[in-house]
């Protein structure tokens, strides 16, 4: 048991999920999706892109069994770890992270059900009216929802051709994200 807890498995599922997040977070961080398509460069606008690649990775694993359950949870947590974790950087206190934390994972949620739903029906119209309620509530009319909704559909089938034996030794990618 000590072994399990303490030993060399611990540290190589650990180098899996850092591996695995730091893909997630590289995917988010593409310059084109703030610079060209104008999700804002604010907090909350990486927190959507950030929550977009991690519905996209959960989304390729739903239904796997074994291994691939428990990498897709443990993400899901490093996930949330790393959120409450930049709340607190942004100088959110003790007393008002965790109920930060509950609205956030209700956002997280509420999101990825509608992506779902939308990708799930293949409706191209739908997933992009859902990224613009999300991801930019205040513009109106957003015209790059169109083109962040295609890259999703790409992002899902680039994913989904990838085996989850793979994922779950620590290697995924994304597809990289052109203008246009």
């Not at 399990?4 to 850092?18: D, K, V, Y």
């Not at 690649?53 to 291994?67: C, N, V």
């Not at 942004?90 to 997280?108: E, N, S, Y």
Request: net charge negative; charged share 25%.
């Amino acid at each position: 048991m000590f072994q399990r807890l303490f030993g060399r498995e611990r540290h190589a599922n650990r180098a899996i999920t850092e591996a695995l997040y730091a893909q997630i977070v590289a995917s988010a961080r593409q310059t084109v999706f703030y610079s060209d398509w104008n999700v804002p460069d604010t907090p909350l606008g990486r927190f959507e892109m950030l929550s977009l690649h991690m519905f996209l990775l959960q989304h390729r694993l739903r239904g796997e069994s074994g291994a691939a359950g428990e990498v897709a949870q443990v993400l899901i947590d490093e996930f949330f770890l790393d959120v409450e974790h930049s709340l607190r950087e942004l100088g959110i206190g003790d007393v008002g992270v965790p109920k930060r934390m509950k609205k956030l994972a209700k956002m997280f949620y509420g999101r990825t059900a509608a992506y779902d739903d939308a990708l799930e029906r293949n409706d191209h119209d739908a997933l992009a009216a859902a990224l613009a309620r999300n991801i930019r509530p205040d513009a109106g009319a957003w015209p790059q929802a169109a083109q962040l909704a295609s890259y999703v559909v790409e992002a899902d089938r680039h994913l989904a051709q990838q085996p989850a034996e793979s994922i779950v030794s620590g290697t995924v990618t994304f597809p990289v994200a052109k203008a246009g």
